[in-house]
């Protein structure tokens, strides 16, 4: 189906462990996000890339690693899971720097 | 520095009133971008509308209409005649393209529509 999807819906894992979001679209927008949803927090920006091979970090880096080696992908790392690292993370595409951004369903993280 | 102010934390209306949800933006730059988002129960983000800052042009589509005012740096969501299927939270965001091109969010209104 096209659109942009990400795996899994949920996930539940431990402190220290290693943990990797995927981020799929189909549209092959040059654009990508990655952000998080906290209570009190509303939605912050991880890290974002403006084509493939070309990654910056956004408003919340720490402990987070990204990387695109294709237009269509966007995983997401947690290297060593924190549980404040615990929230909803959704990730984002858009044809342009301040198009309109469309968003995934989102990936449900608790890290116990 | 950008930054989004939804004063209203939760509405609630009763089906068929009309509703406005509240956005002040804050930005130095004189280029950008503002949106509206949905998230209903379900949890995804919706997009509902993208405006610039030279369109001050009031958007209408269908019980949606948006009212953009430079002057007092407001962009306002009315929705008229209110369904039940409008209950969401609903996000209010600005883009500058500074840096990151990251949409600055407002910590958003939940609007609950009772039947």
């Known amino acids: 189906d096209a659109g942009i999807t990400q795996s899994p819906r949920y996930k539940i894992t431990e402190t220290g462990r290693q943990v990797t979001l995927m981020c799929h679209q189909t549209?092959?927008?040059?654009?990508m996000f990655w952000y998080r949803q906290d209570l009190g927090h509303g939605l912050r920006l991880i890290y974002y890339?403006?084509?493939?091979?070309?990654?910056d970090k956004g408003e919340v880096p720490d402990g987070y690693v990204v990387s695109r080696s294709k237009t269509e992908n966007f995983p997401l790392t947690l290297e060593s899971a924190t549980r404040s690292q615990t929230s909803v993370y959704f990730c984002?595409?858009?044809?342009?720097?301040?198009?309109?951004?469309?968003f995934g369903p989102g990936t449900r993280l608790t890290v116990l | 520095a950008q930054k989004v102010t939804q004063a209203q934390t939760e509405i609630s209306v009763v089906e068929k009133e009309d509703v406005t949800l509240d956005c002040v933006y804050e930005?130095?730059?004189?280029?950008?971008?503002l949106f509206w988002y949905k998230q209903p129960p379900s949890g995804e983000l919706v997009f509902l509308i993208r405006?610039?800052?030279?369109?001050?042009q009031n958007e209408i589509s269908g019980r949606y209409s948006w009212n953009f005012q430079k002057s007092t740096s407001s962009f306002n969501f009315t929705i008229t005649a209110s369904q039940v299927v409008d209950s969401a939270v609903y996000f209010c965001?600005?883009?500058?393209?500074?840096?990151?091109?990251?949409?600055?969010f407002g910590k958003g209104t939940k609007l609950s529509v009772i039947p």
């Open positions: 984002a595409s858009s044809v342009l720097g301040l198009g309109e951004q469309f």
């Open positions: 549209w092959s927008h040059s654009y």
């Open positions: 890339s403006a084509a493939a091979d070309i990654t």
């Open positions: 930005t130095r730059d004189t280029t950008y971008y």
């Open positions: 405006r610039n800052s030279f369109d001050e």
């Open positions: 965001a600005l883009n500058s393209g500074a840096g990151s091109y990251q949409l600055t």
